[in-house]
DNA sequence: AAACAATGTTGGAACGTTCCATCATTGTCT
DNA sequence: AGACAATGATGGAACGTTCCAACATTGTTT
C-alpha cells in the first residue's frame, strides 16, 4: 500500500481564480476584516470550501511578522499541578486566537538552550515558563527578548519576567489553622529546606503558629518533597519521647510518607495522629488515603498568567507586578479532633 | 517600567553585509550544506555571533515548503503512560530534527476540530495521535492528509494510520501467569469492560488461566478503570464464600480499589489475598502501597513511533504495519504464594 | 592544450500570505 | 451639481528565507 497521491495544496489565487475575485477579496474574507460584497463573500467560502483551501501559516505569520504563537516551556510534565496549569494557560490563550507551543525543558538534549533557540526562531510572541527552571544563560536572554511569565515559580531568572503563582505561605497557614481549630497545639511540620516551595511553606507554618501563640511547639523535621524523605522525617518525629498529634507535610507525597510511618508505628490516622499534605494531587482524594491538602489553584493560575500575557502584548503595556494566588483547604479523613 | 527597546531583529542581509559576503553564502553557512571557503565561513559565523543573528522560522519553513514540525494531539496529558510516551517521542524526533507541537485534544474548544486546523495549517509533516480519541470526522480526515500513528490506541481513525501500542493481551497473561507460579488458582479478574484496554486484557487473563488448565476457576467481575469501580467489584467479589487467592485487576486504579476493599474484610495483602496491577503507575511503587504491577513500555512506544515517523517521511515510503510491544511486570509487595 | 570535474560564489525567482496605496462605485449632505 | 464619505475591489510590494541556474576559479585527466 503507497502513500495515497498528494497533490500540491491549493493556494490562496487558487481559491481567488476558482471563485472569480482577486486574492485581495479572499484575504479579506478569510480574516474577516474590511468590506466585501455578500455575493463575493459566499463565492470566496464556496470556493474555500470547494478545494479544500487552508490558509498556509508559514506564509501568514512572514506577511504578518506575527507568529500569534505563545513558547510554553515545562521543567516537568509529571507534576499535576502543571498539568493543569497548562490547562488553565491553554484555554484562555485559544480564545485569543494564540497557539501554545509546548516543549519539555529536561527533555531537550542540550538542557533547553536548543528548545528555547527553536521557539524563538518561530518567532514566539511571548514565553511561560511552567515550573521552577535551573538556571540558565539561555533562558535569562530569552526572558529579555519576549515578554515572559513565569507560572508557578518562586521567582523569575533575571529582570523583565513576571511570577504569577501560589501563596505557599498563605496556603501553609491554611492548614495549619485548621489543625489548630481542630485542638491541636502540638502540631510538627515535615518540610523540604533545600526547595523554594520547602522554604514558602516552612514560613508558613511557622507563622500561623506563632500568631495562635503555638510558638513553644514549633518542630520543624527537614525531609523532602518525595515519599521517601516525608517516611524517613516522620520515624524521627514519631519515635521520640514527647510526639506531636498532627503533622504538616510540605507536600502530598511527603504526607504519604508520613502515613506509612504512622502505620510502622501503629498510630491510627487521625484518632492517633492528623496528617495534612499539600497540593491536593489525585493521590489524596484516594479513598485508601484521604488527605486534607491544601488545593493550590493551579487552573486559575494558568488563566491569569494567560490574561496577563494577552495584556503584556498590547502595544504600549508594561511589565505587569507578581502575582500570588490564594490556594483553599481541602478537608478529608486524615485529619480530627486529638483525643484527650 | 516600560518594555525595553526592541528594534528589528537581523536578516540573512544584514549578515552577508556585515560578512562581506552574499546572501546566499550565508545560507550555505547555514545550513551547513555545500562548499563554502573557510575564510567566509569564519566571517559569516562572527557576523551571525555579532548581530545575534536567529533565522526565521516562518520564512524557513515557506522557502523549504516543508516545517519540520509533526503535530502531537494528546486526549488527556494527566495520563502518566502517555506523558513518558511523548518524552519518548520527543527525544526521538528530536535528534532527527523535528520540532514536535503538542495540544490537548479535549481541552479545545471544538473538540479538536480547531486543533487538527491549526496544526495542519501549521503544515506538519506527520500526525501523533496520543491515546484514544473520540470518533471525529475532522481526524480521519487528517489522517488521510499526512501521515498519522495513533500511539497507545488499540485503532486508528479510519485508513492510513499505524498503530503503535502495547500488548495488553500479553501484559495480562504476564501478571496471571505470575500469580499461577506463586501457586494461586482461584485468581480473579476486576475488569473493565467498556474500555478497549479491559477487553484485550480479560483476553490476555482467560488465555492464561485456560492455558494452566485452570478455566473452572475463570471469574470477571466488571467495574471500570477507577478506584471506585475495583472497589466495588472486589467487595463483591471478597464477600462471597468461595473467595478467590488472588485478583489481577485491570489497571491500578481499579487494584487500588481492591486494596481498599480487602482492608474492610480484614484480609492481609498479601498474606490472605494478592493483588497485582496495571500500568506500573508512580502509585504502584510508593510504599503504602506496593503494587505489583505490568509495566508497559511508554516510553519505548514512543520512541518507536518516532522511528517509524521518520522512515514514513521518506520518499516513496509506505504505510508501515502496526506494532505491538511487549511489557514487563514489575513483582513487588502485593503478591506472594497463598497460605496452605 | 583542450576538456572536464570539483570547488566557490552570486543574484534572481519562488514560497504564500498580508499590507497598502490606489481606483471605482455608490449614496448623502450642502 | 459638487464635494465628500462609505463601501467595494484591485494589483504590486513586502516579509525572510531557500532554491536554482549561471558564472568563476582551480585542479586533473585525456
Not at 502543571?82 to 494557560?89: D, K, P, Q, R, Y
Not at 508520613?258 to 482524594?285: F, H, Q, W
Request: hydrophobic letters at 45%; aromatic letters at 2%.
Amino acid at each position: 500500500m503507497t502513500a495515497p497521491e498528494r497533490k500540491r495544496a491549493a493556494t490562496i489565487l487558487d481559491v481567488a481564480a476558482a471563485a472569480g475575485v482577486s486574492k485581495s477579496v479572499v484575504s479579506l474574507v478569510l480574516r474577516g476584516t474590511g468590506y466585501v460584497s455578500a455575493a463575493k463573500r459566499t463565492a470566496v467560502e464556496h470556493a474555500v470550501l470547494e478545494l479544500g483551501y487552508r490558509p498556509n501559516a508559514a506564509a501568514r505569520a512572514l506577511g504578518e511578522s506575527r507568529s500569534r504563537t505563545v513558547g510554553v516551556v515545562l521543567n516537568d510534565m509529571r507534576n499535576p499541578w502543571f498539568v493543569s496549569a497548562v490547562e488553565g494557560l491553554n484555554s484562555t490563550l485559544n480564545e485569543r486566537g494564540l497557539q501554545m507551543l509546548m516543549g519539555d525543558f529536561r527533555l531537550d538534549s542540550r538542557s533547553g538552550e536548543s528548545l528555547l533557540k527553536k521557539l524563538l526562531e518561530m518567532n514566539i510572541e511571548a514565553l511561560v515558563l511552567v515550573g521552577t527552571m535551573p538556571e540558565s544563560p539561555g533562558l535569562t536572554a530569552a526572558a529579555l527578548q519576549v515578554p515572559t511569565i513565569a507560572l508557578g515559580a518562586p521567582t523569575g531568572p533575571g529582570a523583565n519576567v513576571t511570577v504569577v503563582t501560589n501563596d505557599d505561605d498563605a496556603g501553609a497557614r491554611l492548614a495549619v489553622a485548621h489543625l489548630i481549630a481542630l485542638g491541636h497545639r502540638r502540631i510538627a511540620h515535615v518540610g523540604a529546606p533545600a526547595t523554594a516551595v520547602g522554604i514558602a511553606r516552612r514560613r508558613g507554618y511557622e507563622a500561623e503558629m506563632r500568631a495562635a501563640g503555638l510558638a513553644e511547639f514549633i518542630r520543624t523535621v527537614p525531609g523532602d518533597l518525595s515519599e521517601e524523605g516525608g517516611h524517613r522525617a516522620a520515624l524521627e518525629l514519631l519515635s521520640g519521647g514527647d510526639r506531636p498529634t498532627a503533622v504538616f507535610a510540605v507536600n502530598d507525597m511527603a504526607a504519604l510518607g508520613v502515613l506509612s510511618a504512622a502505620e510502622e508505628c501503629r498510630l491510627a490516622v487521625p484518632a492517633d495522629l492528623s496528617v495534612a499534605g499539600y497540593d491536593n494531587t489525585p493521590l489524596a482524594r484516594l479513598r485508601r488515603i484521604s488527605l486534607t491538602s491544601v488545593d493550590t489553584a493551579s487552573f486559575a493560575a494558568g488563566q491569569r498568567a494567560a490574561e496577563l500575557l494577552i495584556a503584556r502584548l498590547e502595544p504600549g503595556s508594561t511589565l505587569p507586578p507578581d502575582e500570588l494566588l490564594v490556594p483553599t483547604l481541602e478537608v478529608r479523613g486524615s485529619t480530627a479532633a486529638p483525643h484527650a
